[in-house]
């Protein structure tokens, strides 16, 4: 069974969106995204990991079949087996969502926040993880 571990939102103002979320509901820093796709924030209640991202480029911005910069971006589930989880999801339906530069079978044995993206039957994407999130249990 998949595990949900991990909620994006994408924002145009990381700061202050995350200000909410600690000051708001007292979520604690899990560490800072600054990669190719997006910058921003991790954090966490100490079980689920909220990802605060102001993404750089369309692609990595693209859910439904159009960019989202604001609002709730993703869900990620972390798997136990995630050659199995791969299949299993694909197998329901999802198709995979080409933001990584490899196919996901190139992904296993790589470290921390390594996921695979999918796109849902209602346009919904999801990330499947067998190595988590920072701040997630």
Same mark, same amino acid.
């Given at each position: 069974m998949a595990r949900l571990r991990h909620i994006a939102i994408a924002t145009d103002d990381p700061e202050a969106t995350a200000r909410f979320y600690r000051e708001g509901l007292g979520? *604690?820093?899990?560490? $800072?995204?600054?990669?190719?796709? #997006?910058?921003?924030?991790?954090?966490?209640? +100490?079980?689920?990991?909220?990802?605060?991202?102001?993404f750089k480029d369309e692609l990595a911005a693209t859910v439904e079949g159009a960019p989202r910069y604001a609002g709730l971006h993703h869900l990620g589930?972390?798997?136990?087996?995630?050659?199995?989880?791969?299949?299993?999801?694909? *197998?329901?339906?999802? $198709?995979?969502?080409?933001?990584? #530069?490899?196919?996901?079978?190139?992904?296993? +044995?790589r470290g921390a926040n390594v996921e695979v993206k999918f796109t849902g039957p209602n346009g919904v994407m999801v990330d499947l993880s067998g190595v988590g999130w920072a701040g997630a249990s």
């Open positions: 979520l *604690e820093d899990a560490g $800072r995204v600054d990669s190719p796709l #997006a910058d921003g924030y991790y954090l966490t209640d +100490g079980h689920v990991n909220i990802a605060i991202l102001r589930f972390g798997v136990d087996d995630l050659k199995g989880g791969i299949e299993r999801i694909q *197998e329901a339906g999802a $198709r995979f969502h080409p933001i990584q #530069a490899q196919h996901p079978e190139a992904l296993e +044995g």
